[in-house]
């Protein structure tokens, strides 16, 4: 959520730039309607309840908490240039300044 906010509350500056945000999660496209009304999303959010495309981006992981172990989604994401290509990979993001940092990189 916090990671969402943030991308919501800069958006105007991906756009202005030109850049898309897109948002994805392996919620039920109910539940995921839900969350950008409530937080009031201006980018789209892609759902991906069988988890394919979580998969191929290696962001549907195994996790462990409290000694289980279950599958779910890994914060990460991802910058892709105008033709596909992934430019950068971003591991283990710090939710509050995520944003940030990936404007940083597109300056």
């Known amino acids: 959520m916090i990671e969402a906010v943030g991308f919501r509350d800069e958006f105007q500056t ?3 730039n030109n850049i898309q945000v ?3 999660s392996g919620d039920s496209p109910k539940k995921q309607k839900k969350f950008v009304e409530k937080y009031d999303l201006p980018f789209p959010m ?3 309840e069988g988890h394919e495309m979580l998969r ?3 962001m549907w992981v195994k996790k462990k908490f ?3 172990e279950y599958m779910g989604i890994y914060r990460g ?3 892709i240039d105008e033709k596909g290509m992934i430019e950068k990979v971003y591991e283990k ?3 509050k300044s995520h944003t940030k940092e990936v404007l940083e990189d597109l300056s």
């Open 56 to 58: 191929d981006y290696k």
């Open 93 to 95: 993001v710090a939710v």
């Open 46 to 48: 892609l759902c991906d």
């Open 66 to 68: 409290m000694g289980k």
């Open 14 to 16: 991906y756009n202005k």
């Open 22 to 24: 897109i948002g994805c």
């Open 77 to 79: 994401s991802y910058l």
